[in-house]
């Protein structure tokens, strides 16, 4: 029969484009590997909260082989103490608490801090003129911190370097 199609090209058809179909839920964003993710500043309004190691599934699936790798080629190689890279994170992260309490640096900004196999993330937003490499130095003092990275914006009008929280989604018939 011209102009049929199989059933089985129907269905493919529904499955491309029901995820894209408004008012469908996007997948539940999840801290699948308990990396520690705090805020340490809040002192610009408006800045937006980063994603921080918020991944769907489909994240939590292409960083799963990395993730085992990385502690394990480090130890082999006599870089490291511990066997696995993100064994080191909780220590970081509860260091990196105390020196951003304890100091008055980067006091008129907003920070959000991800540890993640002894890399540090900072996301969120410094004041204009201030330099990311100077946060970075700060964060790098921190015993085992292996790399810093700062990705922020300067200024209240730069450009927003990394990802973002979605935000919560409305539930079903509320406006929003």
Same mark, same amino acid.
């Given at each position: 029969? *011209?102009?049929? *199609? ?9 499955? =491309?484009?029901? /995820? ?12 699948? @590997?308990?990396?520690?993710? %705090? !805020? ?6 408006? =800045? $937006?909260?980063?994603?921080? $190691? %918020? ?7 292409? +960083? ?16 490291? !103490? *511990? ?7 909780? #220590? ?5 608490? &105390? ?8 006091? +008129? ?6 540890? +993640? ?5 900072? #996301? ?13 130095? @700060? ?7 292996? +790399? ?17 929280? /979605?935000?919560? &989604? ?7």
């Amino acid at each position: 029969m *011209r102009g049929a *199609r199989p059933a089985s090209c129907t269905l493919l058809a529904l499955c =491309c484009v029901a /995820p894209a179909t408004p008012g469908l839920a996007a997948e539940e964003l999840r801290n699948w @590997f308990n990396d520690p993710f %705090f !805020q340490v500043r809040a002192a610009i309004a408006g =800045c $937006p909260a980063p994603a921080g $190691p %918020f991944t769907d599934r489909k994240g939590f699936l292409a +960083q799963s082989h990395r993730r085992a790798e990385k502690g394990t080629t480090a130890w082999l190689a006599g870089e490291a !103490q *511990r066997p696995k890279a993100y064994a080191y994170d909780e #220590e970081i992260a509860s260091a990196l608490k &105390a020196a951003f309490r304890d100091a008055t640096d980067f006091g +008129q900004s907003t920070l959000w801090v991800t540890v +993640q196999g002894r890399v540090v993330y900072v #996301e969120g937003c410094l004041p204009a003129g201030a330099r990311p490499a100077d946060l970075e130095a @700060f964060v790098r003092r921190t015993a085992n911190v292996q +790399q810093a990275i700062a990705a922020v914006r300067l200024g209240p009008a730069g450009r927003v370097p990394y990802a973002l929280m /979605p935000p919560p &989604a409305a539930a079903p018939g509320t406006a929003k």
